[in-house]
């Protein structure tokens, strides 16, 4: 069993240089070696070989010992030019859990007004609509035709673009949107990460059993702050 895709795997996901025992657990768990002596071995000799192919004049990257750990960056000789690059990249979006929440909604239940989301999610989600669409990941759809024809919203090629997706259909599942949502905001899914009470059942179940058929207006929901 060759070990470097693995290793190389986790050195390139990995946002800040990752150390050896953080590497040698984490190959442990995914592929049930219980020696460790031997697994520390093998992941060394796997880190040097590694570290010697990036090395050559044919990659312009390489695998580098920074702070105690390894990480993946750009060699010397291509500062200049990946520099001019990012230059040239648009900044990363930064959204808050319920901007997340909304854009999910929008997202999965395409094309839906206003009053659906907030159906979904237990609260007023217009404040989070107008910070959706100035970051261009949201866009108007035509009208409902239901009483009172509020406006409709679906997502952009601006939102394909920044989460990587051919399109909608590549979307994840619900639960594991939800993970990822964990992942990023542990500290902010608790019940008081809004003003106003929230359902306490998962997002994914209130899309998913959210009635197809809703009212032209939806019925009292809490406010919460603009993302």
Known sequence: ?????????????????????????????????????????????????????????????????????????????QHDLVRSFAKSLKPPIRLSLQALETLAVIAYKQPITVPEISEIRGVDSSGV??????????????????????????????FLLRFGLKDVHELPSMEEFEKLVAESFQSDLMPTD?????KTEPLSQEITTASSEFPAEAGHVENEKSA
Do not use: F, N, W
Request: aromatic share 4%; charged share 30%.
């Open 129 to 158: 609509i107008a910070t959706l669409l100035d970051r261009k990941l949201i866009t108007t759809s035509g009208r409902k035709d239901v009483i009172g024809r509020p406006i409709l919203y679906k997502t952009t090629k601006e």
């Open 194 to 198: 809004e003003v106003g009470e929230r």
């Open 1 to 77: 069993m060759s070990l470097k895709p693995k290793i190389e795997a986790i050195i390139y996901a990995a946002e800040t240089p990752i150390t050896l025992d953080q590497i040698i657990q984490l190959v442990k768990d995914s592929s049930g070696i219980s020696d460790g002596t031997e697994l520390r071995s093998q992941v060394m000799l796997a880190l040097g070989e590694l570290k010697a192919e990036y090395a050559v004049d044919a990659h312009g990257i390489e695998v580098r010992e920074v702070a105690g750990g390894y990480r993946m960056s750009t060699k010397p000789e």
